[in-house]
Nanobody
């Protein structure tokens, strides 16, 4: 079972940037497709971005395309989410997870998440 720990969240003004990180342990990270999800208050958790196990493929939900970039460092068992041009509607708790890349559905357990708050 892979354990995941997210970090890097915080409070930022609209138009600002944050870089989230998710460190994995307890599994063969370099063999896993990984993704980021988010959950805003009163809303369901939603897909944000995904990356294939080797890093050669990425996909994004439409609302973040062109602003967010997912990447990974398999030597560090870490997946990143660079978030630029942040908007108030990006405010949410962000989670990483193993993912089924084609269906964009999570697999296994979640980490504790990291809070991102974007002020207007």
């Amino acid at each position: 079972q892979v354990q995941l720990v997210e970090s890097g969240g915080g409070l930022v003004q609209a138009g600002g940037s944050l870089r989230l990180a998710c460190v994995a342990s307890g599994g063969a990270f370099s063999n896993l497709n990984m993704g980021w999800f988010r959950q805003a208050p009163g809303k369901e958790r939603e897909f944000v971005a995904a990356i294939t196990y080797g890093g050669g493929g990425t996909s994004y939900t439409a609302s973040v395309k062109g602003r967010f970039t997912i990447s990974r460092d398999n030597a560090k068992n870490t997946v990143y989410l660079q978030m630029n041009s942040l908007k108030p509607e990006d405010t949410a708790v962000y989670y990483c997870a193993r993912i089924s890349y084609m269906s964009r559905t999570p697999i296994g357990s979640w980490g504790q998440g990291t809070q991102v708050t974007v002020s207007s």
